[in-house]
Structure formats: C-alpha cells, structure tokens
C-alpha cells in the first residue's frame, strides 16, 4: 500500500529529513550520477548538510577528484569513514586479493562494516538508491525503517528515472565522474569495476564474473551473509 511518503518528490523528501532529523540524518554516497543529483538538490535546500562517504582504500582517482571539486563547488566538507583495516592489514588477515575470491566479505570489510559504526551515530540516513537499478531495490521506499542498521532510511530519487538523473545533471550542470564518459555507468572500486559494452546492463561492470550486483549496504543482511 502506498504511504503519503511515497508521493513526495525530493525535494520534500529532503526537506522532511532535514527539518525532523536535523544533524542526525546524513547523505551517504559514492558519488554516482544520482548522488550528485541528490547533493545538488540538498544544495539548494540548505547550505550545511552532511554528506558521509565510504573511503574503501580502492576508490578511482577520477573518485577523489569528484569529490574535491563538489567540496568546492557546494562548500562543504565530505565526512569519510574508513575500513578498520588498511589494505595491507586486509591482506595479512585474509590473503591477497580478496575480491577475487570472496567479495561479499571484502565489501562486507570495507564498505558495510565501516557504514555500521557510523550510522550508529545517526537516527537517519539518506540514500541515492533507485528502483530500477537492481532487483534488490524494486521495493525500495521514499521513507522507511532500515531494520539492518537500526535507523530511518530516506530514498528520495527511489522513483526517479535513469534518464531523468541525467536530463537534471545536463540542465544544472552539476559534476560527475568523468569515467561515466569512458564507458562506466556504475563505478565503485578500482578491482571490482569495469567499463560496459553496449547492450550490457548498468551494473554489469560491478563485480565481473560473479552473480553480485550490491555491495550489501541496501541488502536485508550484510554482504558476508548474500550469495555471491
């Protein structure tokens, strides 16, 4: 059954996390095109917000510069939590290349877990998810309970189409990764990206030759429990 939520558009979205939540509610991104979106209209919103972001240690270089210049551009100061392992440390705890070999459990180390310890801090969080990107996310809600990390989940672009991310990116010329440009629709960590061929869906370039399209932060259990 749809809920009064479920009809607001983004902006009132955010605005109902803002005023409610207030410094308890952050938006967490990986700087995708929906991510710039959602921090543009934020922007325009309220002029402080915090915008959390998961340093795994394998981020793109193109990643880091993104996030440099929204730094600039928005004036604000991205929060960024860190794996409890460097990758070196990862790498004497569980072997070389642990991607290669079980990447529900290095998404499960560098990403899930960090995001946990942070969110526990917070009554609310505020993601850039849309339906149509996984199955997992077909039933995702503007507003609803995370049961997994124990706080409010706010997705205001839930309802928000792939070419309508772009169609606002264009028309208020907000930045994004400039691998989108090379061929990468979905762009996480350096091991576990690869740009598209065309006919290929978005998230075919995540986790290459493993039946895995989340990392495990919008999953019901952690990435160390999903099928990989």
């Known amino acids: 059954m749809q809920s009064a939520a479920d009809t607001w558009s ?42 959390i972001t998961i340093d795994t240690g394998f981020l793109f270089a193109e990643t880091h510069k993104l996030m440099a210049e929204l730094e600039e551009r928005y004036g604000i100061s991205i929060e960024k939590v860190h794996p409890a392992l460097s990758p070196a440390e990862q790498e004497d705890a569980h072997g070389p290349a642990l991607w290669k070999r079980n990447p529900d459990l290095c998404c499960g180390l560098r990403k899930v877990q960090p995001l946990r310890r942070k969110l526990a801090e917070l009554r609310g969080w505020i993601s850039s998810i849309r339906s149509h990107q996984t199955v997992v996310r077909a039933g995702a809600r503007k507003l609803e309970w995370d049961a997994k990390f124990g706080l409010a989940k706010i997705n205001p672009l839930v309802d928000w189409t792939a070419a309508e991310i772009w169609d606002y990116i264009r028309k208020n010329d907000v930045p994004y990764n400039e691998l989108h440009d090379r061929g990468y629709p979905s762009i996480g960590c350096t091991y576990c990206t690869r740009a ?13 030759g493993f039946a895995k399209t989340e990392c495990g932060l919008h999953l019901s259990e952690p990435a160390s429990n999903s099928s990989a």
């Open 196 to 208: 598209t061929v065309p006919g290929e869906d978005d998230r075919a370039g995540r986790w290459p």
């Open 10 to 51: 983004a902006e009132l979205a955010l605005r109902w996390a803002f005023d409610r939540l207030g410094n308890q509610v952050a938006l967490v991104s990986a700087f995708g095109p929906e991510g710039m979106v959602l921090i543009d209209i934020a922007a325009h919103i309220q002029q402080r917000f915090r915008l």
